[in-house]
């Protein structure tokens, strides 16, 4: 008598009623993982004041932390770092870097950075002055930082529904252009130098923005004078959910989407460590001539020459052949399928995620997750914290201690998001990662009920999420 056998011995795809796929890219080199013994972390996460930013990579089996700088680069890339020309001007490289800017974002000038934040406070430094008011479809950590440290207040405009993990909206980036409106109306375009819009949006969970509401966006703003900067940093991944998800896109091909995208703004900031798959590296590119030559002379202060910002030759190198890899449409529709595959795991296991998903991590509710730790708890630290315990991965908070204090009053911000974040680096784990990952959140869920949440036992001054540290309850 033969025997049915049990569904998890069907591949992922049967179970999922499709063919299976698999990455699209075959392992060339190997980097062994580490595996520690449960007393191990416990004494490791200790040492590190529970902040998994504090952990040394060495006690870490699989790193969720970032995707940023993570990523593996490619043969051709590799070969391209042989290519470097170390000049300290004018290297060839730079002039790679300069044509596959042009190519694929299309704008008409640029220059290298060290990384984003490099860029962003090139950018700020040079269209913001001190009372100025900024809007951006949520904050990001250092962006926002950028833009008060040049002496602008930074307003919200994203949708309501951004700070809902539950509500299924497509596009959850989207500017609501009526507060774009009351924005302009309360403070006058003459005070807001440029709206800044990130796609996707990282603080809200990988979500994107539309086409449409970038060029509606658009529209608006130049009736007033407005500049629209773009965060660029996962705008690739942004063009596959506009493929997937907008009426008209189906047919176009990544690059072209992301052309378009790039042609509704005025300029855009770069953390190319994301997107473009590189481990270091950024730039900030503008049509705008005028604009240019200030960022070309401050560039030379902050960064390095305006031929090399911070970076070496092959680094360029490197980035100008990542760009082009990132603008794959294969290549994205398995990075972010990826992340879909883990997110529809927990989805299935019912465990409580921001939805719906989005293109470069899972971001778990830590407010659903631990309803009994209030928010000044840290429940997505906690959360971070056990996931560490149990299996030796590492994720990151994104709630209460990233928002960091309200400069006028002192007190916590406190987002409506309080999320734990599981960030896949590109082209660097399996689809066996994913299951091993699903796995442990898992067993954190069945015990979420012994949860006691942290104290913040020091806060640095800026940025406090990186190196605060904590004692557990
Ligand atoms: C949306 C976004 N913008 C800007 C940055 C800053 O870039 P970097 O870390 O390269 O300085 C990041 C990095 O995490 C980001 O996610």
Not at 108 to 126: D, F, K
Not at 386 to 401: F, N, Q, T, W
Request: hydrophobic share 40%.
């Amino acid at each position: 008598m033969t025997q049915e056998r049990p569904s998890s011995l069907h591949t992922m795809g049967q179970q999922h009623g499709r063919r299976s796929w698999a990455e699209p890219w075959k392992i060339k080199m190997v980097e062994p993982l580490k595996v520690t013994t449960r007393e191990q972390r416990v004494t490791a996460l200790e040492e590190a004041g529970y902040n998994t930013f504090l952990l040394r990579s060495d006690d870490v089996y699989i790193d969720l932390l970032t995707d940023s700088g993570t990523s593996a680069m490619s043969d051709r890339q590799w070969a391209g770092m042989m290519l470097g020309d170390e000049a300290y001007a004018g290297s060839r490289n730079f002039y790679h870097l300069d044509a596959a800017i042009k190519r694929f974002y299309g704008y008409a000038y640029m220059v290298p950075t060290h990384q984003g934040r490099g860029a962003e406070h090139l950018i700020s430094q040079t269209l913001i002055k001190a009372g100025d008011h900024i809007g951006g479809n949520m904050y990001f950590t250092t962006t926002r930082l950028h833009q008060e440290l040049a002496g602008a207040t930074f307003h919200d405009v994203i949708l309501d529904v951004a700070h809902d993990p539950q509500d299924l909206h497509p596009f959850k980036g989207n500017v609501d252009l009526a507060k774009v409106e009351a924005l302009i109306e309360r403070y006058g375009a003459a005070q807001i130098p440029y709206i800044s819009l990130a796609a996707t949006v990282n603080m809200a969970g990988g979500q994107p923005v539309s086409m449409a509401n970038a060029r509606e966006l658009k529209a608006l703003l130049d009736r007033h004078g407005i500049r629209l900067m773009l965060d660029a940093t996962r705008l690739v991944e942004n063009a596959l959910f506009i493929q997937e998800r907008e009426e008209g896109y189906a047919d176009k091909s990544i690059a072209e989407i992301c052309l378009e995208f790039c042609s509704l703004t005025d300029g855009a900031w770069m953390s190319a460590k994301k997107d473009n798959l590189v481990n270091i590296g950024g730039w900030l590119a503008v049509n705008d001539y005028s604009v240019f030559e200030e960022l070309r002379n401050l560039v030379v202060v902050y960064e390095g020459l305006h031929t090399y910002g911070g970076l070496a030759g092959r680094d360029m190198e490197a980035l100008a052949i990542g760009i082009e890899e990132s603008m794959q449409d294969e290549h994205i529709r398995s990075r972010v399928g990826q992340v879909r595959y883990l997110g529809e795991l927990l989805t299935e296991w019912d465990i409580p995620i921001v939805q719906p998903i989005g293109g470069h991590a899972i971001f778990l509710d830590a407010r659903r997750f631990y309803p009994q730790l209030a928010q000044d708890l840290f429940p997505a630290q906690t959360l971070a914290a056990e996931l560490y315990l149990d299996s030796g991965i590492r994720s990151m908070e994104r709630g209460i201690a990233s928002a960091g204090r309200n400069a006028e009053t002192g007190d916590h911000n406190r987002p409506k998001l309080e999320l734990t974040r599981l960030t896949i680096p590109r082209r660097v784990y399996t689809q066996a990662h994913m299951d091993v990952v699903a796995e442990s959140v898992k067993a954190c869920f069945d015990a979420r009920d012994a949860a006691r949440g942290l104290d913040m036992a020091y806060e640095p001054k800026y940025l406090r999420f990186f190196q605060a540290r904590f004692t557990p309850r």
